[in-house]
Each structure stands twice: as C-alpha cells, then as structure tokens.
C-alpha cells in the first residue's frame, strides 16, 4: 500500500461513509486519515468508526491515523415568536439578556460574555454572514446595532464575532467529555475549534496529556492576530476556510492560507489546508476547474495534508472525491514547477544537532539521487523534521511504537513502518535496507541514507547517518 503521491487525504466520514466496507475504500483509494466531526457523531458512533478503521489498518497492514474534531463554542440567537424576521439595511436591532421570544426589533442572545465583550463598532456578523449588525451601543444586558447587510433571522442562527476576542475556553463542557471519550478509544490527532489564543491549546493538551496530538483549526482573526504563539504550542495546524472566510473578508483567505502554512512549515508542524476543497463533488462525479486548481495551490504550496469534509461525509461520491483529491496531488507533485517552488520555500534549520542531521541527509539524498532516506524514530519527532525538508527522495520512518507510526500518517511524504527497534547499528542498517526493499521504495543494489540516534530508543537522539545498500 505504498502511496505514490507525497500530500496525505483526511477524509471526513458520515453518513455517506460510516461502514468498514465503505472506510476500507477510501483507504484504497488514497485517504491516510479518517476525520470524526463530533458535531455530528455521538460517543458510541465514534467509537464504532474507531474500532472500523482499526479493523481497516489491520487488514492491510498500515498505520491509518485517526483525527476527531471537536466541535468548540457554537454561538446563536435564541428563538422567534412569530417565526422567522426579515430586517431591513439602516434598521436598529437589538441583541439582549431578556429570554422572551424574539421579533423584528430585538432577539435574546444566550450568551452573557458576548454582551459583556461587545464594544461599539463591534461586528456582529449572523448565519455565516448573510447578516451584518454593527453595534452602536453595548452594555452587560444588551447590545443596540444597526442592521448594515439585511437579511432574514430564524431561530438558533449562529453568530460570529470578527472584531470581538471571547472570553470564554475553545473547549466546551461537551467538548470535554466528548475529547475524554475520544482518548479512551485511542485516537491519534484532536483537532481544537475556534481557536483564539495559546492559552486555549495548552488547555486541551494539558487534558490530553501525550495521548493525542493536538491540531489547531486557524478560523478566527483573534487566531491569526497571535498565530506565531499558537503555532508554537501546537502539534499542528488546520486553515479552515469556512469560519475564517466568515470573520475575514473572503479576498484575504488566499493570502491568510499561505502564511499558515509557510509559517507552519517553518516551525516543521503539519498543516492541513479544509473546506470546499472539492465541493461540488457531494453531487457530482467530477469537480470543477476551479476546484482542482484549488486543492494543486494547496499541494505547490507544500501542505502536508488536503481535507475532504462533506464530500466524503455525506456526499453521493465519495470514493471518487478521494481517488480524484490523490490524482491531483500525485499529478502536481510530479510537475517540474512543483520542485522549484517546495525549494524555495525551505526555512533555515533550527540551531539543533538532529535538524542539522535532517538537512544534510536530504542533501546527501538528493547530491547522490538516493532511493530513500530512512528515519528510525522512537517518538516520530525525526520524521517529522526530515519531512519539514520536504526532500525528493520518499522518506521511510520506521519505529517500534504504533501511536508514532499513525500520528505520522498525516505528515507530508512519510511512509510509516512497525519494527521493532534496532539492537545495533549493524542491525540498524541491515534491517532497514531490508525494509525498504521489502516496502518498495528500493531495489537490490540502490543506495539509501539512514538517519537513527544512539542510543537507540531514545527519543530526540537523532546523531547519526549512513549510506547502506539495499541487498
């Protein structure tokens, strides 16, 4: 099952996906990560994806890692008396503390930090955008706006606030229990909603304490305001394109997407650029132009991973949806202009004896056109820097430790293999010469480099390289 393509696929299942059968094609067709949106999904439906994708990774013998998405605070207006309100543009509309039934002037809005937090020329923005107040007057119990973008309100509409930093945790009460439940059932990366500051990721991985890595959805202009931070503290990142086209002005979530992800690969954390990527395709068996463009920009661009949400969720194809998503990315990856422009963008190493390792076994790798270069890891932290060099050669991590294999799953160009770890370094190098033409990426007499540290099964040891023969 070695992939030809070096970008992973997070496919989303739902309805649409939720039997093995249904998970075991997607695998086939290219997915490397399966994304549980607890949104949707209730604890024993999670747990039965879980225990499906376990049985898929072990019939095929690959590690699949395994993301569930926690669904963070959903802000909305309380209800209407009489249904749904048209409001007019220059109107006055009121949001407040009352609980009674809302009308044409005035809504309740469930949610007392927000009135706390509002200032005057705040933006209130409802139901993803198709309305927009801005507020003229704020106090602790209630909010006076003028109506800017009219629309029509119905009850439980979201609410998103561009201008206004929350003071309330990324992580709900149910966010709580579901990320309790979803680390006793072994998954592999938790992806945190909303996020505004560091202090909301420390949180969840203070909650997690090793047991899942923790992925940051960027979809707030608070986010981007501190994003050096949060990335940082993070173990990666999503641009999710959804929310944050909400808050910010659509015209700047291209250029938004690309500083993410360049900031992100130069601190070496995976990034996953989400949403629409393939949207037609929940009703079409092919996607547009546009789209396919789309999900290449996020491939030159060098992103670790490419996300499909409702296309494979809930969509009628989404087989297709992952196979077409794997055809673009194998298609751009072997384009001339893709190695130039992944060149380009390479950061400088840290000031650290296993970057420096890392950098020069991709130049070694790439001087003496190498077959391969084969981290062994303990922890998947070397595969992880030898994949920030984003080298020409694949790169084969083998470790003895099952959660590393699947969290790097969704790291760029990693191929992942369960070995038990090396006794020497003769051991070292015979087995992994052995490995790699085992798994494909070399034949008898091809060269590969070999990264390792000793002692072996130390993490972060990463002090030594070879040039082996594959026998």
């Keep these: 099952m070695r992939r030809m393509k070096r970008t992973k696929i997070i496919a989303t299942l739902g309805p649409a996906s939720s039997d093995r059968g249904m998970i075991a094609r997607l695998f086939e067709a290219g997915a490397d990560v399966f994304r549980i949106n607890m949104s949707h999904a209730s604890h024993d439906v999670m747990r039965t994806l879980v ?13 699949i890692a395994i993301l569930v998405d926690l669904q963070g605070p959903k802000l909305r207006v309380g209800s209407f008396g009489a249904g749904p309100v048209d409001l007019v543009e220059g109107a006055t509309f009121v949001l407040d503390a009352d609980k009674a039934p809302g009308d044409a002037n005035r809504v309740h809005l469930p949610h007392p930090e927000i009135l706390r937090a509002l200032r005057p020329g705040h933006t209130v923005l409802i139901d993803d ?59 592999d990366w938790v992806a945190l909603s909303f996020v505004q500051r560091p202090e909301d990721v420390a949180d969840v991985k203070k909650t997690a304490q090793g047991r899942a890595k923790v992925l940051s959805k960027i979809e707030k202009p608070q986010a981007i305001a501190r994003l050096d931070e949060i990335i940082e503290i993070s173990d990666a990142l999503m641009v999710a394109r959804g929310d944050l086209g909400v808050e910010m002005p659509l015209e700047k979530v291209p250029g938004l997407q690309k500083r993410i992800t360049r900031s992100a690969r130069r601190l070496g954390k995976p990034v996953v650029v989400a949403t629409q990527m393939l949207e037609s395709m929940i009703t079409s068996p092919v996607p547009t132009r546009a789209e396919v463009s789309d999900v290449a920009t996020a491939v030159f661009e060098g992103a670790d991973a490419v996300m499909l949400s409702a296309e494979s969720a809930a969509g009628k194809y989404p087989i297709e949806a992952v196979a077409t998503m794997s055809r673009i990315a194998a298609e751009v990856e072997s384009d001339q202009v893709y190695r130039a422009i992944i060149n380009a963008q390479r950061g400088a190493p840290e000031p650290t004896g296993a970057d420096a390792i890392a950098v020069a076994a991709r130049d070694v790798a790439e001087t003496l056109d190498l077959k391969a270069i084969i981290a062994w890891t303990s922890s998947g932290a070397t595969g992880l820097r030898i994949a ?69 099964g130390t993490p972060g040891a990463t002090n030594m390289v070879r040039i082996a023969f594959v026998p």
């Excluded at 499906?52 to 590690?63: L, Q, T």
């Excluded at 709900?172 to 579901?178: A, C, F, G």
């Design 388 to 456: 920030r060099e984003r080298p020409q050669p694949p790169i084969l991590a083998i470790t003895p430790n099952v959660t590393a294999a699947r969290r790097l799953a969704l790291v760029w160009g990693v191929h992942a293999v369960v070995a038990e770890d090396a006794k020497n370094v003769d051991d070292m190098a015979d087995r992994a010469c052995r490995i790699a033409g085992t798994e494909g990426f070399g034949a008898s007499g091809d060269r590969v480099i070999i990264v390792a540290g000793v002692p072996f």
């Design 51 to 63: 225990k499906s994708i376990r049985s898929v990774e072990e019939e095929y013998g690959r590690p």
């Design 129 to 187: 955008g198709k309305v927009r107040l801005r507020v003229t007057e704020a106090g602790p119990k209630r909010a006076v706006a003028v109506v800017e973008i009219a629309g029509r309100i119905s009850d439980k509409k979201g609410v998103s606030l561009p201008d206004t930093e929350i003071p309330v945790a990324a992580m709900t009460e149910k966010d709580r229990s579901d990320l309790e439940a979803a680390l006793d059932a072994g998954i």
